[in-house]
């Protein structure tokens, strides 16, 4: 296999990817050229307009790490990076300032602004900032087009009951610690998937779902137009590594996000909520649980799916890459 | 007199307010009462756009210092300034990589940014900003418009043989080491004053010209539509601190500026330029220069203005409201 597409989150896909990296630079995967190139389609619906600023998480968290410049004990910013901006737009009492805008960081977003502003795609602007990291994979959004993820959380002062807050007010203020009522993906149905991004799924040898988080960022990806028919089309084998193990998310917040659109927390009901491509509207071909969730191999492959436990806590390169591993040979 | 306005460049002119607000504390002013008010003019024409956000040097010089939050070895910019953001685009390769962009300053810029492209005009955004630093001046901008400096220098590269810069680069990058052929002010004749600033002048009690740079800070305010004809219009007398001394401008760039609009580079002369409101366009109606300069002040007095020699250099609080309290005193 020479090229391999990832349909990735932010934390939790960059650390797969990283792993994914190793595991190719090593020979280390079955049936895996070591010269295989990486697609990365990253989820977008987590970006905020922040400042005037557009700010793209899942991007850049996959650029800095990929490309050397990420905090790593954070697993999100960049390293040796101070604050001094953020602490004057609090004291100029401008919100929010929940926000973790470092002073190296802002430096992306104003470039990222600027291009915007001049007429270039976020593709483009993607591609440009690229060029600086060599992050190693062409990493691509998975739309150039305003695409936010708002989730609906209970609201006791409001006449309606409910309240609705930008993902990242929900994830990073609230700390997903009330319940979502709902998740809504404002901009995702019109939206077109950006340049290459089909093409990375229909012509590539191999398809990775990492252990992002399956609603809010594999989720969204799957939810622009084309993209579901394209992985359901593709001639490349289609698998994905569970991001809950021993039925809890091992970074993130994937509960509130299942029981929102009615998904049990487990490994297995995450792997049936994607599907076999067998069935109606599924896109897997394999899914890879932990260990831990052994039991629940049956059930998946009761709903069509190669599957198999394997130990899936990325501790370090080695111990990811062999996750990689693990998952192609579900499918090899 | 209860109200006093002064017609403002940069680093200058925030350091001769300094000492102004200084010399009203302390009654040391003659006939200004202990609670007069200063309404500032500020000069927008070294404004510049960059990395996408409004930089306005000699508003934010004015609020910085008098806010307390300048760094006053520089006599620009923040204290405890941080400078990762500026790195950051310079490993991106953005240019221009010259002006000095700190991580505190940005915060300025992103404010004021969001608050422009939010429809405010900058007088409204400049008010916004000071109740964070409380100046203890009114401080407004000499217009909402968009008005540039630019300075044309010979190239022999080019066709013309001429370049055109944007003011800040002749000024940080060139550090006006080359000659300007030519000022042009983009905008200026085409502008309105800003809200308030007309009425500063016919309203005031005195009007007062720091010792700023006579071109391109206090002579763009008197390009404005309408200001030069205030101040020949206001009952309140106007009086202005010669910037050059001895010959020489003590900080800045008057020598360049003075020559490429044909006025010779003396105390006296300078002062003659802006003439005395006796005469067809002239502005003022006493002109302070530097002990150093007696031997200028008959052919000053000449030229139909009051006129006297005093030490003019800015060393600490106490000097410089000696110098305003002296200006004053020409006219009272």
């Known amino acids: 296999m020479d090229s391999i597409t990832v349909l990735s989150g932010g934390v939790g896909g960059a650390r797969f990817l990283q792993g994914l990296l190793h595991g190719i630079a090593h020979g280390r995967l079955p049936g895996v050229s070591p010269d295989a190139t990486v697609t990365v389609v990253a989820n977008t619906a987590d970006d905020l307009w922040l ?4 700010v793209c998480p899942d991007l850049d968290t996959v650029m800095y790490t990929l490309g050397g410049g990420i905090d790593a004990e954070r697993g999100w910013g960049r390293q040796d990076e101070t604050w001094s901006a953020k602490d004057e ?7 929010p300032t929940w926000f973790g805008l470092g002073d190296r960081d802002l430096a992306t977003h104003l470039v990222r ?3 915007l502003d001049a007429g270039y795609p976020l593709s483009a602007v993607t591609e440009a900032l690229c060029r600086r990291w060599q992050p190693g994979v062409r990493l691509l959004p998975m739309t150039d087009d305003r695409v936010e993820t708002h989730i609906a959380i209970a609201d006791v002062d409001s006449p309606s009951g409910r309240r609705v807050v930008h993902f990242q007010e ?6 997903a610690a009330v319940p979502a009522d709902a998740v809504i993906v404002v901009g995702l149905e019109t939206c077109s998937p950006a340049p290459g991004v089909l093409d990375a799924v229909t012509g590539a040898d191999l398809v990775l779902l990492p252990p992002s988080n399956p609603v809010v960022s594999v989720g969204t990806i799957l939810g622009v137009p084309g993209v579901r028919d394209a992985l359901r089309a593709t001639s490349a084998p289609v698998v994905g590594l569970s991001p809950i193990v021993g039925g809890t998310h091992v970074h993130g917040m994937a509960h509130q996000m299942l029981t929102s659109i009615g998904v049990e927390v487990s490994a297995g009901a995450v792997g049936r909520h994607y599907g076999a491509r067998t069935s109606a509207d599924g896109v897997l071909d394999g899914w ?3 260990e831990r969730d052994a039991d629940q191999v049956a059930g998946v492959r009761e709903a069509g799916l190669a599957c ?10 080695d111990a990811t890459a062999a996750m990689a591993a693990a998952a192609i040979g579900l499918v090899t």
């Open 113 to 115: 602004t600027q291009m």
């Open 288 to 290: 890879l649980v932990d």
């Open 51 to 54: 400042h005037g600023l557009k």
């Open 170 to 175: 929900y994830w990073v203020r609230l700390r």
């Open 89 to 95: 737009l609090a004291a100029y009492g401008v919100e």
């Open 308 to 317: 198999a436990a394997a130990p899936l806590i990325m501790s370090d390169l």
